[in-house]
């Protein structure tokens, strides 16, 4: 079983940034590709970005394209999303996702969560 524990959340204002991180245990990390998902007040969870166990492969949905980052530690078991030029739409909370399989469009098929991080961006 892999278990996942996010940080980094927060308040802060439009235009500014934040990075999040993702420690996993209790499973091999390079087995797994990682992702963050978000899901905002009477929304579905959506995708924001992905990365294949080595970074080799990264998805980014539309919207964060050019603002967010994802990138992965091997040594350290720690998946991060750099945000930047944060604005109000980009409120949610946001998930960390692993998976033995990449499907980064696909938020339902992912196999481990963690408890998610909040993350509020005043205008």
């Known amino acids: 079983q892999v278990q996942l524990v996010e940080s980094g959340g927060g308040l802060v204002q439009a235009g500014g940034s934040l990075r999040l991180s993702c420690a996993a245990s209790g499973g091999t990390f390079t087995n797994y590709a990682m992702a963050w998902f978000r899901q905002a007040p009477g929304e579905e969870r959506e995708s924001v970005a992905a990365?294949?166990?080595?970074?080799?492969?990264?998805y980014y949905t539309d919207s964060v394209k050019g603002r967010f980052t994802i990138s992965r530690d091997n040594a350290k078991n720690t998946v991060y999303l750099q945000m930047n030029s944060l604005n109000a739409e980009d409120t949610a909370v946001y998930f960390c996702?692993?998976?033995?399989?990449?499907?980064?469009?696909?938020?339902?098929?992912?196999?481990?969560w963690g408890q998610g991080t909040q993350v509020t961006v005043s205008s």
């Open positions: 990365t294949s166990w080595n970074g080799g492969l990264k």
């Open positions: 996702a692993a998976d033995l399989r990449y499907r980064p469009d696909a938020p339902g098929l992912w196999g481990y």
